[in-house]
């Protein structure tokens, strides 16, 4: 019999004063307003700064925008990604290279399944779980 998986935070920012990271990984969609998920919080307790990036143009298409940390934000960097334009391992390799600690995320923001995010990161990432409606 296997042991049932550990509870996960949630995608709040109560999970992330609970679990802080570096860097911290926010999945946006192209066009789409209002952010949603995890971005969404901390979009909203920063005051609206990825959503202007979202709205210049400044995400881009492919591949990750590096942002530096924030003093209001319970995290490390933070990594904003096109939702859909990265799979679970293009995360993993682009936080190797940052030699910071556990990273953070919402697998399901990404698109993607907490297994095989947990897969993708040996196991050594906060995976959030999105906010029940």
């Known amino acids: 019999m ?15 004063r609970a679990h802080p990271c570096d860097p911290l ?21 920063l005051g609206g700064p990825i959503a202007r990036l ?12 590096l942002l530096p940390p924030w003093r209001l934000l319970p995290a490390g960097r933070v990594l904003i990604w096109r ?17 910071a600690g556990p990273p953070g995320l919402c697998p399901e923001d990404f698109g993607l399944t907490a297994s095989e ?3 993708a990161f040996g196991g050594d990432a906060v995976l959030f779980a999105p906010e029940e409606p």
């Open 54 to 65: 979202v709205r210049a143009g400044r995400v881009p298409d492919e591949g990750p925008l």
């Open 2 to 16: 296997t042991a049932a998986p550990a509870p996960r935070p949630p995608a709040t920012l109560a999970g992330l």
């Open 83 to 99: 939702a859909g334009a990265a799979t679970a391992a293009d995360l993993a390799r682009a936080v190797r290279g940052l030699g």
């Open 117 to 119: 995010v947990a897969r």
């Open 25 to 45: 990984l926010l999945a946006v969609r192209a066009g789409a307003r209002p952010l949603v998920g995890l971005a969404a919080w901390v979009d909203w307790r």
